[in-house]
């Protein structure tokens, strides 16, 4: 897992051959004047979704993974807690849903502030719990960019 200010996310660019056409679209784009929902940036290889939210209590998210896309979100307004885990410190709780690209996981793992202006990229091997109350319930937007996995550099 990667965390970072937006302002560095051409270090990123190497990692994958699509991370620069990902971080172009976030670096170009108003998320401020969208409305949620699902966005094409490449087809199905990189997509956009919009999210508006009430931050949660920790009892109420869930772990999950990924396998086809990596995801690279992106705090565009309002302050959450983002937890991670390395999957193979976690418990699968339901089978990998294809058609729905979730893995269902539980077990214990590290939080994080996860702010305004900065980046989160979630490997496949990095299980993650977004949409945790920091200090206080908070409305969020945030934007997770999904990448399908393909050549790494």
Same mark, same amino acid.
């Given at each position: 897992m990667v965390i970072d200010k937006i302002i560095n996310?051409?270090?990123y660019f190497p990692l994958n051959t699509r991370f620069s056409t990902a971080f172009e679209y976030l670096l170009g784009t108003d998320f401020t004047k969208?409305?949620?929902g699902r966005y094409e940036v490449d087809g199905n290889e990189i997509f956009a979704i919009v +999210?508006?939210?009430q931050t949660k209590n920790i009892a109420d998210c869930k772990w999950e993974a990924h396998r086809?896309?990596?995801d690279i979100q992106f705090m565009v307004k309002g302050t959450e807690n983002f937890g991670y885990a390395n999957l193979d410190s976690l418990k699968?709780? +339901?089978d990998y849903n294809d058609e729905k690209e979730f893995l269902l996981l539980e077990?214990?793992?590290d939080f994080l502030k996860f702010d305004k202006d900065y980046f989160i990229i979630a490997f496949p091997q990095d299980g993650h719990m977004p949409g945790i109350v920091f200090d206080s319930p908070n409305q969020v937007r945030k934007v997770v960019l999904k990448v399908r996995i393909g050549y790494f550099r």
């Amino acid at each position: 897992m990667v965390i970072d200010k937006i302002i560095n996310c051409h270090n990123y660019f190497p990692l994958n051959t699509r991370f620069s056409t990902a971080f172009e679209y976030l670096l170009g784009t108003d998320f401020t004047k969208m409305e949620p929902g699902r966005y094409e940036v490449d087809g199905n290889e990189i997509f956009a979704i919009v +999210q508006d939210y009430q931050t949660k209590n920790i009892a109420d998210c869930k772990w999950e993974a990924h396998r086809k896309y990596i995801d690279i979100q992106f705090m565009v307004k309002g302050t959450e807690n983002f937890g991670y885990a390395n999957l193979d410190s976690l418990k699968t709780v +339901q089978d990998y849903n294809d058609e729905k690209e979730f893995l269902l996981l539980e077990g214990e793992g590290d939080f994080l502030k996860f702010d305004k202006d900065y980046f989160i990229i979630a490997f496949p091997q990095d299980g993650h719990m977004p949409g945790i109350v920091f200090d206080s319930p908070n409305q969020v937007r945030k934007v997770v960019l999904k990448v399908r996995i393909g050549y790494f550099r």
